[in-house]
């Protein structure tokens, strides 16, 4: 493929159902033949099982830190969607680009792979440096072995951008992210003679009032932060199972939950709460009746949240790159939190908007694409003249 147009290299992109559940390698063998085609190596980052990889790649200098081009290589399923067009093949219908990924976020490594053979050919003074992860979508969990390795080296990046579809407006910042689960067990007993049971069910519904407790407290007034929206951290519920039959007093329950936390605030400290609740309110009557009673807590995933500095130099950068110092949020997650507790402050910006993101039809339009590939020449521009 000889110097490929970003929409071509989308539907390359697309072709590849890297749904989290399954492997990405092929598409990061591609991705990595690619690259071997104009003279840039790159290293993988593997799971434990070999399936799934990280792929990160350097042009230009390394004797010196740089920018990384940031972004995640699998997307959400498509099951029980009701799509319009072959979520894996990419359809163009009045300037929009429709698959699944193409705005979440496989149009931003398409325009970063056609910026490629210019990047190589230019005389840069900072190095670009491109990382694509797998796993983001169920808990930012691939990026993490990547970020673990750049953290040992001399000339770790000073910069990230995550190419997260913003619709191109420059982003410092975002909710960091806790999703926990709630085992109760209680014991089991004909319902005729519930008092002598312990209903699980009944205590799960109380630790999620409690939680709805907690909730209320974070969204009054003295806890927002206006840069976000909603503008205080959250706390909800998505997931119970429980029961077997009506006439059985339950022994088992458990629950999903999450906590959208504002930067700055410990999510943690939810979970920390709840579980003395259970420990100080619940259990003691609960085991009064059934000593084998308990009620544990692990959690499921987590990833910090972002707030890069207006001032910083990642800043600058931004709004060299986009234009514009109107500096925004989003109410998504990122790896930016991840990119920035290891050192390497980051910003987010990307073609394409969320909310085409995780739906039927998703979609970028052709415009964003375009305008993506005119930031990233921009960025090379500053990587060759970065005074």
Not at 100 to 124: H, Q, Y
Request: with cysteine; hydrophobic share 40%; net charge negative.
């Amino acid at each position: 493929m000889n110097e490929p147009t970003s929409r071509a290299l989308l539907e390359r992109l697309i072709g590849f159902a890297t749904v989290s559940r399954d492997s990405n390698l092929e598409l990061i063998d591609f991705i990595r033949e690619y690259l071997a085609g104009f003279g840039v190596a790159s290293e993988l980052f593997h799971n434990a099982e070999g399936t799934k990889a990280n792929l990160f790649a350097t042009i230009g200098p390394t004797d010196r830190g740089g920018v990384v081009l940031s972004g995640h290589t699998d997307v959400v399923p498509v099951d029980g969607q009701a799509w319009t067009v072959d979520p894996f093949r990419l359809t163009e219908r009045d300037g929009r680009l429709y698959g699944r990924g193409t705005a979440d976020m496989k149009g931003f490594i398409a325009c970063v792979l056609a910026a490629v053979p210019s990047l190589v050919e230019r005389p840069l003074q900072v190095p670009v440096h491109l990382a694509f992860s797998y796993d983001e979508e169920v808990g930012c969990i691939g990026v993490r072995s990547m970020l673990a390795e750049l953290e040992k080296r001399p000339h770790k990046p000073t910069l990230c951008l995550i190419g997260e579809p913003t619709e191109l407006k420059p982003v410092l910042g975002h909710k960091g992210k806790l999703a926990m689960r709630c085992e109760v067990h209680g014991a089991a007993c004909h319902s005729a003679y519930a008092p002598y049971g312990v209903n699980a069910i009944e205590y799960a519904a109380r630790l999620i009032g409690h939680l709805g407790d907690i909730g209320a407290r974070l969204a009054q007034p003295e806890h927002h932060d206006a840069r976000f929206d909603p503008p205080f951290s959250t706390v909800q519920t998505g997931v119970i199972k429980g029961g077997r039959a009506l006439n059985i007093v339950p022994a088992e329950c458990e629950f999903d939950f999450e906590v959208r936390a504002l930067p700055g605030f410990d999510a943690q400290s939810v979970a920390d709460e709840l579980q003395s609740y259970a420990a100080e309110q619940l259990l003691p009557k609960m085991q009064a009746v059934s000593a084998a009673s308990d009620i544990r807590l692990h959690a499921l995933s987590a990833y910090p949240g972002l707030a890069t500095p207006p001032e910083s130099e990642a800043a600058r950068l931004l709004t060299r790159l986009c234009g514009s110092s109107d500096f925004g949020t989003v109410a998504f997650g990122t790896e930016g939190g991840l990119f920035d507790g290891a050192g390497i402050p980051t910003v987010v910006c990307g073609p394409g908007s969320m909310d085409q993101g995780h739906k039927p039809d998703e979609f970028v339009s052709v415009e964003q694409l375009n305008g993506c590939d005119a930031m990233l020449q921009r960025l090379a521009d500053y990587l060759c003249d970065p005074a």
